[in-house]
């Protein structure tokens, strides 16, 4: 046990760092990213403007995401619904998963106990676990959204989806730092959403068969 709250406060730490160096990069980030635009892209440098502003736009991603572990600053945990914070979300991501041919099913009970979280963080989350299930599903398929009352009384999220599943010796790094197989990928989302999720005093758990599909369980304990 000792072990594992030296981890735990060490990545504390380390996110902390991360999310104040983080913090630090936005402001200049934010004046390139404008001066690249004015510059255009019709110049003679029109091909290097356009590649520096996808790069930016690279860095911003990973600058947002590290942003999340940031200590909650004077954020309050509310009592929120989740239903309605799934379907905020998945409206969101629903362009992205009609362009890969992925059809969203839900399974949400509309009776649920609230949940006491961060409106966004939580949305965050379920934007990145989403995404990856959309990314996994190349060539469509099958998206199921569930959100039941467990037996022991907690909010449990689950996402299962029919995508290109996880390697079982795999399955041990997700949720390390910049772990991707992804060309573009950041490998911080699922970092980000362990972090969110215990924050909230829940679980998120992955399981996954390789050429079947993945799924995640989010757990959050109920408002009483
Ligand atoms: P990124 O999406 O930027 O790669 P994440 O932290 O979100 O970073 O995910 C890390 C890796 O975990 C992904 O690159 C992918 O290999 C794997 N992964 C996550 N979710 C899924 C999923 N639903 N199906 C298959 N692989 C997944
Ligand atoms: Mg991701």
């Known amino acids: 046990t000792e072990e594992l709250l030296r981890k735990s406060e060490m990545l504390s730490a380390v996110g902390q760092l991360a999310a104040g160096i983080a913090h ?3 402001n200049p980030l934010t004046a390139l990213k404008g001066f690249t635009k004015l510059m255009g892209s019709g110049g003679q440098h029109g091909n290097y403007l356009s590649i520096m502003a996808d790069e930016l736009e690279r860095i911003e991603e990973i600058v947002g995401e590290l942003l999340v572990l940031a200590k909650p600053q004077a954020v309050d945990f509310l009592p929120k619904s989740v239903p309605s914070i799934l379907h905020d979300v998945i409206m969101l991501l629903e362009t992205q998963a009609i362009i890969s041919k992925v059809t969203i099913e839900t399974d949400i009970e509309d009776e649920l106990p609230l949940a006491s979280c961060v409106e966004n963080q939580l949305k965050q989350v379920f934007i990145n676990v989403l995404k990856n299930g959309v990314e996994a599903m190349p060539g469509g398929g099958t998206f199921l959204v569930k959100a039941e009352k467990s037996e022991r009384g907690s909010i449990r ?7 290109c599943g996880i390697p079982e010796t795999k399955l041990a790094k ?3 730092p910049f772990y991707t197989t992804k060309n573009k990928g950041t490998g911080l989302g699922l970092m980000v959403s362990y972090k969110i999720i215990e924050n909230h005093r829940g679980s998120m758990t992955i ?3 390789e050429g079947f599909g993945t799924t995640v369980v989010i757990e959050l304990p109920a408002v009483p």
């Open 157 to 163: 999220i689950s996402f299962i989806d029919q995508g």
């Open 207 to 209: 399981t996954s068969k």
């Open 174 to 176: 997700l949720g390390q």
């Open 24 to 26: 630090e990069i936005r």
